[in-house]
């Protein structure tokens, strides 16, 4: 009965004796302020286009240069083969340099 009561006081004081508003010991604080937050997920797989597209000209000619590389984005309008002009044309080459 006395150790009953001794707890009771000391749990009394201990309540009086904490200054208000402090962290008791099991809780945690944080100063609240702005900043960024920054996610980042790493997995492995393999990426999908979700479209295919299959292009073909209207004319057979040689391609002269290719401008972009196999996987690389391009952007609509933009320039992807070089072709030979003498056959677009119907030139023979030796009749273009004259």
Same mark, same amino acid.
């Given at each position: 009965?006395?150790?009953?009561?001794?707890?009771?006081?000391?749990?009394?004081?201990?309540?009086?004796?904490?200054?208000?508003?402090?962290? =008791? &010991?099991?809780?945690?604080? +944080? !100063?609240?302020?702005?900043?960024?937050? *920054?996610?980042?997920?790493?997995? $492995? #797989?393999? %990426?999908?286009?979700?479209?295919?597209?299959?292009? =073909? &000209?209207?004319?057979?000619? +040689? !391609?002269?240069?290719?401008?972009?590389? *196999?996987?690389?984005?391009?952007? $609509? #309008?933009? %320039?992807?083969?070089?072709?030979?002009?003498?056959? =677009?044309?119907?030139?023979?080459?030796?009749?273009?340099?004259?």
């Amino acid at each position: 009965m006395l150790t009953g009561l001794f707890l009771l006081v000391l749990a009394i004081l201990w309540r009086l004796l904490l200054p208000a508003g402090s962290p =008791s &010991a099991n809780q945690l604080t +944080q !100063v609240v302020s702005r900043g960024e937050i *920054e996610n980042s997920i790493s997995a $492995a #797989g393999t %990426l999908e286009p979700k479209h295919y597209v299959e292009e =073909s &000209a209207q004319v057979s000619d +040689q !391609v002269q240069k290719m401008l972009v590389e *196999e996987g690389e984005e391009v952007t $609509a #309008g933009q %320039l992807l083969v070089s072709i030979s002009l003498y056959h =677009s044309l119907g030139v023979a080459p030796e009749a273009a340099d004259t």
